[in-house]
Each structure stands twice: as structure tokens, then as C-alpha cells.
């Protein structure tokens, strides 16, 4: 069993920047990959950004490509989420989650947080 907690949400303008942590406890990530994921108000939730954490590899949603970055500590058993260059339309709820999906860009992960709020305002 692995517990997910989500940090590092809040309120932020356009432009700015909130980095998000996700912290697992009861097994290490080293053998999952991890993704986070978002659901605005009356939408479904929809893949952000995911890493498989043995390959190192990364998959982004293009939405987010180039302004987003994931990435790990493994001391720490932590994920995070950086993000840059917010816009409103980045505000959601935010969901990490872990396991060994196929395809790690859809939701077949076994695990889930409770999810952080980020609010971008205009």
C-alpha cells in the first residue's frame, strides 16, 4: 500500500510560478511510475505530467510542455511538480498518483492523493 500526500498548492497571478511536492509513504517509488493530474470544476480529470521513476523518462501534456517539469528526490521518496508561466486556465485541482500503468499518460494508476488546489488568477 502506498499513501500519496499532495503540497505546494495556493493561489498565485498569471505568470507566476508554484511548485508542487508529492510525498509517498509505505513503499518507495522506485519501482512505479508517477503522474500528476488535474480536474477543473465541471471537467473531467485529465493527465499533466508523469515520470517512470527506474527509467527516468518523462511524458508531459502538451498544454503544459515547456512550461512544466517533473521531476524526483529519491532520499525523499518525492515527486514534484515546478510550474512556470501559469495561466488561468491551469486552475484545478492537482492529483498525484502512483503505479504501473501501461501507458503512463492515462489514469490506470493504483494509487491516488487527496489533491491540492491551484488557483491562477487574471
Known amino acids: 500500500q502506498v499513501q500519496l500526500v499532495e503540497s505546494g498548492g495556493g493561489l498565485v497571478q498569471a505568470g507566476g510560478s508554484l511548485r508542487l511536492s508529492c510525498a509517498a509513504s509505505?513503499?518507495?517509488?522506485?519501482?512505479?511510475?508517477v503522474g500528476w493530474f488535474r480536474q477543473a470544476p465541471g471537467k473531467e480529470r485529465e493527465f499533466v505530467a508523469a515520470?517512470?521513476?527506474?527509467?527516468?523518462?518523462?511524458y508531459y501534456a502538451d498544454s503544459v510542455k515547456g512550461r512544466f517539469t517533473i521531476s524526483r528526490d529519491n532520499a525523499k521518496n518525492t515527486v514534484y511538480l515546478q510550474m512556470n508561466s501559469l495561466k488561468p486556465e491551469d486552475t484545478a485541482v492537482y492529483y498525484c498518483a502512483a503505479g504501473r500503468p501501461l501507458v503512463a499518460t492515462t489514469k490506470s494508476y493504483d494509487y491516488w492523493g487527496l489533491g491540492t488546489q491551484v488557483t491562477v488568477s487574471s
Open positions: 509505505g513503499r518507495t517509488f522506485s519501482s512505479y511510475a
Open positions: 515520470l517512470r521513476w527506474s527509467l527516468g523518462t518523462s
